[in-house]
């Protein structure tokens, strides 16, 4: 069955919104930008500019490596907490299930990517531009 009310475009808005109010709520700040995109069977949402204040500052000390390593360790482990959260935000919006969902951010540029592989790839109208 397509999804005939919603546009591949408007879903991958729809997606960011929401992975935009998780990160608000749930990490406690919002993302710069954010970016979703649609491929067949997989969900990629790009979020820039996720990094707090005192991350950046962690990522720039000294020892950055070890900050670094930190920053992700903390972030990787939140995530993973909250993994059943995302994955209900993506299947409420797309009626698919996620199979399963990767992870990482760049302390040096302060972007996360998160991938999500599903059951089957959604039933969405496709649009010129979409």
Same mark, same amino acid.
């Given at each position: ?26 990490? !406690? ?6 970016? &979703? ?6 969900? #990629?949402? /790009?979020?820039? !500019? ?17 900050? /670094? ?6 972030? #990787? ?6 993994r059943p959260l995302l994955e209900n935000i993506i299947?409420? #919006?797309?009626?698919?299930?996620? &199979?399963?969902?990767? &992870? ?5 540029? !302060?972007?996360?990517?998160? #991938?999500? &592989? ?13």
């Amino acid at each position: 069955m397509v999804n005939r009310e919603k546009t591949k475009g408007q879903t991958e808005a729809e997606i960011s919104k929401a992975i935009i109010q998780f990160e608000k709520e749930y990490m !406690g700040r919002g993302p710069d930008e954010t970016k &979703t995109y649609l491929l067949s069977d997989m969900v #990629i949402v /790009r979020l820039r !500019g996720v990094l707090t204040p005192a991350e950046k500052q962690l990522a720039r000390s000294d020892d950055n490596l070890k900050g /670094r390593a930190l920053i992700k360790q903390v972030r #990787i482990e939140l995530l993973e907490k909250a993994r059943p959260l995302l994955e209900n935000i993506i299947q409420n #919006i797309l009626a698919t299930k996620v &199979t399963s969902m990767h &992870t990482d951010i760049s302390t040096v540029t !302060g972007e996360r990517v998160i #991938i999500f &592989t599903l059951e089957s790839a959604p039933q969405i109208e496709t649009q010129a531009g979409d």
